[in-house]
């Protein structure tokens, strides 16, 4: 269920601005590392709950703007807060890839490390998946069905449980790798990337807060 943000969106003053925008900081919610800074009106906010996509207002082109409408790296929204006054917005996205224009991984030419090579990873299986590649093991896992992957799935997670049972860490670590890649494949055969995952962990956290 889409979370409720029309009380927030009430208390949001647009007015201490001439232009009517307010600064929108926007804040990769898996790494905690801020992306970039826009700005908002009331409409581009409303667009960008509505949406689920980080909608700023252009001052220069005076329209609204998706980020991502040309790169089509957008910013799934996560989660909106506003600072003490109301006047700021803190907005937790999920980037679709690197943020800035100039190719860097945030308009602020930092590193977004922590999820980052397993965004790449489920790239690269779900390309595998819609354009099967000959001799790919991940294309093979497909072609054989869901079934067998999730049989796979199972096998790996009961190697890992024998190898905790060890005090061999690089089988250890080899064994926990193979599960993961496996349970990216299963997740990418239902559809589903790490970061829905992610976000049903995030939900239960506030919920136990």
């Given at each position: 269920m889409k979370k409720d943000y029309s009380d927030?969106?009430?208390r949001v003053d647009f007015?201490?601005?001439?232009?009517?925008?307010?600064p929108a900081i926007i804040q990769d919610s898996s790494t905690n590392v801020i992306l970039m800074l826009g700005y908002?009106?009331?409409?581009?906010?409303?667009?960008?709950i509505d949406s689920g996509l980080v909608t700023f207002f252009s001052r220069s082109k005076n329209r609204l703007w998706i980020k991502g409408e040309t790169s089509k790296n957008y910013l799934h929204v996560i989660d909106i807060k506003t600072d003490c006054d109301f006047d700021?917005?803190?907005?937790?996205?999920?980037?679709?890839?690197?943020?800035?224009?100039?190719?860097a991984e945030t308009c602020f030419n930092e590193e977004n490390s922590g999820q980052d090579f397993l965004r790449a990873l489920e790239k690269i299986i779900e390309g595998r998946k819609k354009h099967p590649l000959s001799g790919s093991y991940t294309s093979t896992l497909f072609k054989k069905g869901i079934n067998a992957m999730a049989?796979?799935?199972?096998?790996?997670?009961?190697?890992?449980?024998?190898?905790s049972k060890d005090n061999d860490n690089k089988l250890f670590l080899n064994e926990a790798a193979d599960l993961m890649f496996h349970y990216l494949v299963l997740l990418q055969a239902k559809n589903k990337t790490l970061a829905d995952v992610i976000e049903v962990l995030e939900k239960r956290h506030k919920q136990v807060e």
């Open positions: 927030l969106v009430k007015s201490k601005s001439s232009s009517g925008c307010v908002m009106n009331k409409e581009a906010l409303v667009e960008t700021t917005l803190l907005i937790k996205a999920r980037p679709d890839g690197v943020v800035c224009h100039t190719g049989q796979k799935v199972g096998e790996e997670a009961v190697e890992l449980v024998i190898e």
